[in-house]
């Protein structure tokens, strides 16, 4: 499986952005880069997805290198309950043995 | 709203007691994921299942075993656990497809006395 590399803890203030980078040097041409987080006693919710393109949603914003070697999730404004663990992850191509395996994550500590 | 339920949410068993975890969907997903969660670690792939194909990983412990019964249900078995898998289970469930999407259960937190 491809790896990620994250930092593992950054800090933010409430209502700023917060930008977490991702590295995965050996990303193969079909993965998919992946978020989610992680919420205090919770399971891990999904955050966003891209392939080559930034992505934008409701939740977060998702910027790829243009190599694809590294990858950087935006929350443009972080709040309270954006305090979790946020993992990146490199998902395989399709079909029956299609997995995700989590990496450390990012425990991301908001400061009100 | 559709959802993963996992239940119980906290499950204490004994020392080689022999124990099961249950995962329901109503997402109608055709496939199905255990995941290990030890403290302050990050989950870890324990199986799936493909509609009915079982894919297990390679360093899962022969002492864990799954069950799908059909398309909304889906158990863990540990046969005989040990101190060391007190954890929590999650299960998560995604459609096929080149990109999917997990839908996680909030989990099950398993105490080994």
């Known amino acids: 499986d491809a790896k990620t590399t994250q930092p593992n803890s950054m800090e933010s203030n409430e209502e700023e952005p917060v930008h977490l980078p991702c590295n995965h040097s050996?990303?193969?041409?079909?993965?998919?880069i992946h978020w989610y987080r992680q919420l205090p006693s919770q399971g891990p919710e999904y955050v966003i997805h891209g392939l080559t393109s930034n992505v934008n949603n409701r939740m977060a914003s998702l910027a790829i290198a243009e190599d694809r070697k590294s990858s950087t999730l935006i929350l443009h404004r972080a709040t309270l309950r954006d305090a979790a663990v946020y993992y990146c992850?490199?998902?395989?191509?399709?079909?029956?043995?299609?997995?995700?395996?989590f990496g450390k994550g990012t425990l991301l500590t908001v400061n009100p | 709203d559709a959802m993963v339920i996992q239940n119980p949410r906290y499950q204490v068993t004994q020392f080689g007691k022999p124990v099961t975890l249950s995962c329901s969907q109503t997402l109608n997903h055709n496939v199905m994921y255990w995941y290990q969660q030890k403290s302050s670690q990050a989950p870890k792939l324990l199986f799936h299942?493909?509609?009915?194909?079982?894919?297990n990983e390679a360093d899962t412990p022969d002492n864990f075993q799954s069950r799908r019964p059909n398309t909304s249900f889906c158990f863990l078995d540990i046969r005989s656990p040990g101190l060391g898998d007190a954890a929590m289970y999650l299960c998560?469930?995604?459609?096929?497809?080149?990109?999917?999407?997990?839908?996680f259960g909030s989990g099950t937190q398993l105490s080994v006395l």
């Open positions: 998560a469930t995604s459609r096929t497809g080149l990109m999917r999407k997990l839908f």
């Open positions: 299942y493909y509609d009915k194909d079982f894919n």
């Open positions: 050996t990303i193969s041409g079909t993965d998919y």
């Open positions: 992850i490199l998902g395989n191509s399709g079909g029956s043995n299609y997995k995700l395996t």
